[in-house]
């Protein structure tokens, strides 16, 4: 019983048992009540198949057993291209911290070569008709053309010389930097790959009792969906109604003894809660005989619990007796 229509079904059952006068042992001090457990419902912190569970209910778990596993192929390939991302970027940043490869220089080289050729040819093209551009045999237009190719061909030397000079050259800082950034961010990917994957495996946080499991292998798990649901032994409370003239009488810390049918001994609770608000009340106006079926709902917390199971009938017994009027 866990919400609230099974709240006011027990008070209702335990008031009843009040006005006839069945209590756990016919005593004013006496009271009925049952175990109530606060489960830990443990969902995946992603989508994926359940490819392993090993678990069943009754099962006891420690914190950080695995609890089940999720298909990691799509994450698999995933590391691996971050993998081969981070090694490419480690090439390039060691590409940029030396000069052009020998075989790089000769081909610029050889461009060099080929540009200085169209100089001298070019510089021939000039010598030998811009005279002729002077005497008015050959069209002005003819000689801007002679010019812009000599021009064009100077450039193309310059160039190529320039070519030549950066390739010796080790990369640029502000390259370097560019290249430092992109292995770190490469790593970054990695990192963030491995957490997915740790995160395939589900681990408990908790000790305690697999009491009740949702999804099973070959099951699709979604984010937030619970999977199995654990009982952790301090979970493990009393749940008991007193009427309204009983509840001034004891306040959180106070002893209670506990005991199920079976038990040669009641064992100790401690009260852990007091509602401040009625559990049940009578559909009727207050009076003063309405106000003695109140009930209000208290819990307590078991030292042992290990003997308790959630929703096993208990009998409670205060150790004071009831305030003096």
Same mark, same amino acid.
């Not at 999720?70 to 590409?95: C, G, M, V």
């Not at 911290?97 to 050889?110: D, K, V, Y």
């Given at each position: 019983?866990?919400? +609230?229509? =099974? $709240?006011? #079904?027990? #008070?209702?059952?335990v008031w009843l048992g009040l006005l006839s006068g069945c209590t756990a042992a016919d005593n004013e001090n006496s009271f009925v009540g049952y175990v109530e457990g606060e489960y830990i419902y443990i969902s995946s912190p992603q989508v994926g198949l359940i490819t392993s569970m090993a678990l069943v209910e009754g099962d006891s778990v420690q914190a950080g057993d695995v609890?089940?596993?999720?298909?990691?192929? %799509?994450?698999? %390939? *995933?590391? !691996?291209? /971050?993998?081969?991302? +981070?090694?490419? /970027? $480690? #090439?390039?940043? @060691?590409?940029? @911290?030396? =000069?052009?490869?020998? /075989?790089?220089?000769? @081909?610029? *080289? #050889?461009? %060099?070569? !080929?540009?200085?050729a169209q100089l001298n040819l070019a510089q021939s093209e000039f010598d030998r008709k811009f005279p002729l551009v002077e005497q008015g045999i050959i069209a002005e237009s003819d000689g801007d053309a002679l010019k812009a190719n000599l021009e064009r061909a100077k450039a193309g030397v310059k160039a190529a010389r320039e070519a030549i000079s950066v390739a010796e050259l080790p990369g640029r800082d502000a390259l370097k930097a560019s290249a430092e950034a992109t292995i770190a961010s @490469?790593?970054?990917?990695? !990192? *963030?790959i491995e957490w997915r994957l740790g995160k395939r495996s589900v681990r408990s946080r908790v000790s305690g009792r697999v009491e009740m499991i949702f999804r099973r292998e070959g099951e699709f798990a979604t984010v937030g969906t619970p999977v199995l649901a654990i009982l952790p032994p301090e979970n493990v409370k009393i749940r008991f109604f007193l009427p309204q003239d009983r509840v001034s009488g004891i306040q959180i810390g106070s002893v209670v003894q506990v005991k199920a049918d079976g038990m040669a001994e009641s064992v100790s609770a401690t009260i852990s809660f007091i509602a401040k608000e009625a559990e049940f009340t009578p559909p009727v106006i207050y009076s003063t005989d309405a106000r003695q079926k109140l009930v209000f709902m208290v819990e307590a917390r078991l030292g042992t619990p290990q003997s308790f199971r959630p929703g096993l009938p208990v009998d409670i017994v205060l150790s004071a007796g009831p305030p003096s009027k």
């Open positions: 019983m866990n919400n +609230t229509r =099974g $709240r006011w #079904a027990v #008070a209702i059952i609890l089940f596993e999720l298909d990691k192929d %799509l994450e698999t %390939l *995933q590391y !691996e291209e /971050a993998i081969a991302h +981070t090694a490419q /970027a $480690r #090439a390039q940043a @060691s590409n940029l @911290s030396t =000069g052009a490869r020998p /075989a790089e220089i000769a @081909s610029l *080289q #050889a461009r %060099l070569e !080929e540009a200085v @490469s790593k970054a990917a990695v !990192e *963030q």
